[in-house]
């Protein structure tokens, strides 16, 4: 353990009065974080159909006035996102995740959108990525931090357009947790938008999220007053 970090923990233990764990408090903590314990599902996502949890996420999204777009091919995409900044007048141009499941989508048959990939600087007004997850319980969308995927995309710009897959729709939060251990081994998540926390920054004002059926992308829109944001490690 660094220094530092020692330090850390020792000014949360002396905040608590108390010193230490004893060594079979510690083994009993440690035993219990690692055995990933699930916490209660709600039947009301657990009990559908892959057809179910799509329609429940897109139901639990706009109630919060997210905006979603059901797509049927990845080419159908770059058409949706300029159909919606249209819509919404806003430009048609956007800075967008460098993700190779995002390249793979044909861009160039849209050649009016103009498209720069990395990070989101202060004067982006629209992002573009994709996600993690869609947790259909509460609508929320899982969003890694990672080389292809700057969170500067998922806070900086007004309006953020993600793509979902259909297969990418997954029940309850546990079933994203599990899909992000078997798939990282660290990571930084941010949770949007069924969260009622900020920690850091203001999320968009805008989701718009494709969601469409080549193995099913969509897309969702945050609306400019959801400025409620999780992040956790």
């Not at 020792?10 to 009993?28: F, V, Y």
């Not at 995740?97 to 600087?121: C, K, M, T, V, Y």
Request: with cysteine; aromatic share 4%.
């Amino acid at each position: 353990m660094s220094a530092a970090r020692e330090r850390i923990l020792a000014d949360i233990r002396n905040s608590l009065g108390r010193g230490r764990l004893d060594p079979d408090r510690e083994a009993e903590l440690r035993a219990r974080v690692a055995s990933r314990r699930r916490n209660p599902l709600p039947a009301r996502a657990t009990a559908l159909d892959a057809r179910g949890r799509v329609e429940l996420f897109i139901a639990m999204a706009e109630e919060v006035q997210a905006t979603v777009a059901r797509i049927n091919s990845p080419e159908g995409v770059p058409e949706e996102v300029a159909h919606y900044l249209t819509a919404e007048n806003l430009a048609a141009e956007l800075v967008m995740a460098p993700d190779p499941g995002l390249d793979a989508i044909p861009w160039h048959s849209w050649p009016l959108l103009r498209i720069r990939r990395g990070r989101a600087q202060s004067e982006d007004g629209v992002s573009l990525t994709g996600c993690h997850a869609a947790i259909a319980e509460t609508g929320t969308l899982m969003v890694v931090s990672g080389p292809r995927t700057p969170t500067t995309l998922n806070f900086l710009p007004e309006t953020q357009i993600v793509v979902v897959r259909r297969d990418q729709v997954v029940a309850t939060y546990e079933d994203g947790w599990d899909l992000l251990r078997a798939g990282a081994c660290s990571f930084s998540l941010n949770r949007r938008p069924g969260q009622h926390l900020q920690t850091a920054g203001d999320p968009p004002h805008r989701h718009h999220a494709g969601r469409g059926s080549w193995d099913n992308i969509g897309s969702v829109c945050v609306p400019p007053d959801l400025r409620h944001e999780a992040a956790a490690k």
